[in-house]
């Protein structure tokens, strides 16, 4: 059974920093595309970056320039560095394997950001 577990939320002002990270149990990284998504109060939740197997990259445009998506792959685990944060960052993120429909999520992590 996968496990994913999300650590790095917290508040911080606007324009400031925060890293997540998510670690996994198993033999993840070797078959799994990573993920991280978000979701907004009121808001569904949506994708903010993912990472490929290969190593590729793809960001919302939102997060476009700002947010970068990272793996090590002998720890098992997955970065999400987010820089130059916005009030509209706000929300809980998620670490997801395989995708949204059928993968598996972690628990979530809280991403305050006050202006």
């Known amino acids: 059974q996968v496990q994913l577990v999300e650590s790095g939320g917290g508040s911080v002002q606007a324009g400031g920093s925060l890293r997540l990270s998510c670690a996994a149990s198993?033999?993840?990284?070797?078959?799994?595309?990573m993920g991280w998504y978000r979701q907004a109060p009121g808001k569904q939740r949506e994708l903010v970056a993912v990472?490929?197997?290969?190593?590729?990259?793809d960001y919302a445009d939102s997060v476009k320039g700002r947010f970068t998506i990272s793996r090590d792959n002998a720890k098992n685990t997955v970065y999400l560095q987010m820089n130059s944060l916005k009030p509209e960052d706000i929300g809980v993120y998620y670490c997801?394997?395989?995708?949204?429909?059928?993968?598996?999520w972690g628990q979530g992590t809280q991403v305050i950001v006050s202006s």
């Open positions: 997801n394997a395989g995708g949204p429909r059928f993968g598996t």
């Open positions: 990472i490929f197997i290969g190593g590729g990259t």
């Open positions: 198993g033999s993840i990284f070797s078959t799994n595309t």
